[in-house]
């Protein structure tokens, strides 16, 4: 018998990290255009649609926690212990994410009308416990596929990739549509550029779907979990009744370096909320964007998430995890700072141009970075909560605690998102919406949260030997090593 740790590479990297993506860019697309698409196209109250979105982030940060606990204590069976869950809610994921662009539309002089906010509303909740039974336990699965710290940090940077990807394409494909438009500031539906973005907006967003849908299947055979039956992993189902819930997230949050990762989280989601709300009421009422202009940020988008993932992955690779994190939070903040250098007046436009590209350009290529951190982070945490379980053989301990950990760390996030979304909502109200100084005030407090993200990530300490070598295995024979090659 020869002892050798699980990765990931090649097909099985691939297949697994595609699934992510394949969701990744469908939410990304309803997150960038469902607000516009109901308030200015379908005519519903812009905070009949917020509540809808509140709902969303809150729901979803529960069931995030619930499906990882669930998925700790299933046995596994023909099919493995995790894999399963990604086809549960995978249909009516599939569905709800097709069918929330077509709602019954907003009379002309009714945009408090019920059924509207409704549907929006039962479309929301649906899909996001759909969601949460797939995502969250794809998260979990990490842990278990890959036992490396090395081969943990390739997948991160993989599915980072994957993710500006999507966000380039789930940004692309809106703007496309804008700029066919004959009159863009008049898009309700009963208004002749309104019915082309009814048209196309669907089919969009039911391709993004269809896709997401064959990478989830593509993930379910990619990934392998034969190593539950080997007998020296005998994993029991335990009844998930209120107190094993209880009891599993007491693990995590009684877990001292865990709590302060998840505060991180915390924070750093805040920031990214943040960024992605004001950026556009940035550009048109800050620096006056008009027409083509807009295109600049497609293209500083796109440039700085793909320079910023270069340099962080080429930093990542000699340094360690925590040195480059740190790193990547301090430039955040300083560029954050920065964007108070817009409330200077007469600056000229070359100057604002330049700033705008150096600070903006800057906290996107470092947000996209963090992605190369997080999750190898939380595994090494994972780990070394695991070696402290006694009398419990350590893949056994990893596989209990996992789906709760990465449950609670998808709820945080939640959670960071959710109360960014309030407190814009009552900062930008009634005049202040259009107000320059109080847009770039906003955008500019970013740098709060990345400092006291810092603050909290300076705190952490890891294990040295789970970051330095692989210091878990599964025994395998020789004739499956033949077969493996």
């Known amino acids: ?75 596994p069976g023909r099919f493995g212990k995790r894999r399963p869950f990604l086809f549960y809610g995978l249909p009516i994921w599939v569905f709800t994410s ?52 090395e081969n943990r940090e390739k997948i991160a940077a993989v599915t980072t990739f994957f993710h500006i990807i999507a966000s380039i394409l789930a940004l692309m494909l809106p703007l496309i549509v804008e700029s066919i438009l004959p009159e863009p500031e008049n898009v309700k539906w009963w208004e002749h550029s309104g019915e082309i973005i009814i ?53 995590p949050l009684q877990d001292k370096k865990y709590r302060k990762h998840l505060v991180v989280r915390f924070f750093n989601s805040i920031s990214g909320r943040i960024l992605g709300v004001i950026v556009i009421p940035f550009l048109t009422y800050s620096l006056i964007f008009t027409g083509s202009k807009f295109y600049i940020y497609i293209i500083v988008s796109i440039l700085s998430k793909i320079l910023g993932f270069s340099i962080w992955r080429k930093l990542l690779k000699k340094n360690s995890i925590l040195k480059i994190y740190k790193v990547c939070i301090i430039v955040s903040i300083i560029a954050s700072f920065l964007e108070l250098l817009f409330l200077i007046e007469f600056l000229s436009i070359e100057f604002e141009l330049l ?14 970075g963090l992605g190369l951190f997080d999750p190898p982070l939380a595994s090494v945490l994972v780990y070394e909560a695991a070696d402290k379980v006694e009398d419990t053989d350590f893949d056994v301990a990893v596989s209990n605690i996992s789906g709760a950990y990465f449950g609670l760390s998808s709820f945080i996030m939640a959670a960071g998102q959710s ?39 300076k705190k952490i300490k890891l294990e040295k030997k789970f970051i330095s070598k692989p210091v878990i295995s599964h025994e395998i024979s020789e004739e499956d090593i033949f077969l493996e090659k």
């Open 98 to 149: 097709i069918i929330i662009w077509l709602p019954p539309k907003c009379p002309q002089n009714n945009s408090l009308y019920l059924p509207t906010a409704v549907f929006l509303w039962s479309i929301l909740i649906i899909k996001s416990i759909a969601g949460s039974s797939i995502m969250t336990v794809h998260l979990s699965m990490l842990t278990e596929q890959s036992q490396t710290h």
């Open 199 to 251: 048209f196309y907006m669907p089919w969009i967003g039911t391709g993004f779907t269809i896709f997401a849908l064959f990478t989830i299947i593509i993930t379910f055979f990619s990934v392998d979990e034969s190593f539950h039956k080997s007998p020296t992993l005998e994993i029991r189902q335990k009844r998930a009744s209120l107190r094993t819930f209880y009891h599993q997230m007491k693990t």
């Open 355 to 368: 700033l705008f590209i150096v600070t903006i350009g800057t906290i996107l290529g470092s947000m996209y």
């Open 419 to 457: 109360l960014a979304s309030l407190m814009i909502g009552l900062i930008l109200t009634g005049s202040n919406a259009e107000n320059s100084t109080i847009i770039t005030i906003t955008l500019s407090s970013m740098g709060i949260f990345y400092l006291l993200s810092l603050f909290f990530l």
């Open 1 to 75: 018998m020869v002892k050798v740790p699980r990765e990931l590479h090649g097909r099985r990297l691939f297949g697994y990290t595609l699934g992510n993506f394949g969701m990744i860019l469908t939410n990304m697309f309803i997150g960038v255009f469902i607000f516009q698409y109901y308030v200015y196209t379908i005519n519903l109250d812009s905070v009949l649609t917020s509540v809808g979105i509140s709902l969303q982030l809150i729901i979803s940060a529960i069931f995030s926690i619930v499906f990882g606990i669930i998925a700790d204590n299933k046995k």
